[in-house]
T-cell receptor, first 114, second 114 residues
Framework: KAGVTQTPRYLIKTRGQQVTLSCSPI?????VSWYQQTPGQGLQFLFE???????NKGNFPGRFSGRQFSNSRSEMNVSTLELGDSALYLC?????????????FGQGTRLTVV | AQSVTQLDSQVPVFEEAPVELRCNYS??????LFWYVQYPNQGLQLLLK??????LVKGINGFEAEFNKSQTSFHLRKPSVHISDTAEYFC????????????FGSGTRLQVQP
């Protein structure tokens, strides 16, 4: 069974640009969550999608957005990039939305903003 | 609101020695508890989880953890570590109210020396 696939693995963008990251969950998983990992702030929850609907959102500015498609694939978008957006962005998929369901993580997309 | 505290940022240990990585949490509701491991340039892999029942939980790679409700702790242990256990370890909680979002601790870097 294929794991969670995130593309691209590495990305370099210029301040002020926008970026779109993609996540393909494990087959049959309908919940996709996104996390940001930085040395200073650690791992922080961005948002969760289930059946194309955003169910939960972390404490991030509106420049961070996401969506989920009918095949459960998800994208997250960051507009007007800032240097502080440089981070490893991790996607996790789960069968369901309960807090007791296991989250399977992808390898992440390393975003560098210059 | 929930929070997770990992008391040690780095733990150096010699190969074949026992190790304990400490985790304390704070929450106003019941929680589910998880330990994840992250190898360099990789995503997160679930080591073990506590959902309910027996407070001693066994995971992969010989790791185990004990849930202590009165001390709000969920310490990770391994009786004999290997060089290959060198990695970053994260303790995380999700709330029992059904929200999928994970709150992570700041991580503990386990450095196994020969």
């Amino acid at each position: 069974k294929a794991g969670v696939t995130q593309t691209p693995r590495y990305l370099i963008k210029t301040r002020g640009q926008q970026v779109t990251l993609s996540c393909s969950p494990i087959s049959g998983h309908r919940s996709v969550s996104w996390y940001q990992q930085t040395p200073g702030q650690g791992l922080q929850f961005l948002f969760e999608y289930f059946s194309e609907t955003q169910r939960n959102k972390g404490n991030f500015p509106g420049r961070f957005s996401g969506r989920q498609f009918s095949n459960s694939r998800s994208e997250m978008n960051v507009s007007t990039l800032e240097l502080g957006d440089s981070a490893l962005y991790l996607c996790a998929s789960s069968i369901g939305t309960g807090g007791n369901t296991e989250a399977f993580f992808g390898q992440g997309t390393r975003l560098t903003v210059v | 609101a929930q929070s997770v505290t990992q008391l040690d940022s780095q733990v150096p240990v010699f190969e074949e020695a026992p190790v304990e990585l400490r985790c304390n949490y704070s929450s106003s509701v019941s929680v589910y508890l998880f330990w994840y491991v992250q190898y360099p340039n990789q995503g997160l892999q679930l080591l073990l989880k506590y959902l309910s029942g027996s407070t001693l939980v066994k995971g992969i790679n010989g790791f185990e953890a004990e849930f202590n409700k009165s001390q709000t702790s969920f310490h990770l242990r391994k009786p004999s570590v290997h060089i290959s256990d060198t990695a970053e370890y994260f303790c995380a909680v999700s709330d029992g109210a059904g929200r999928r979002a994970l709150t992570f601790g700041s991580g503990t870097r386990l450095q196994v020396q020969p």
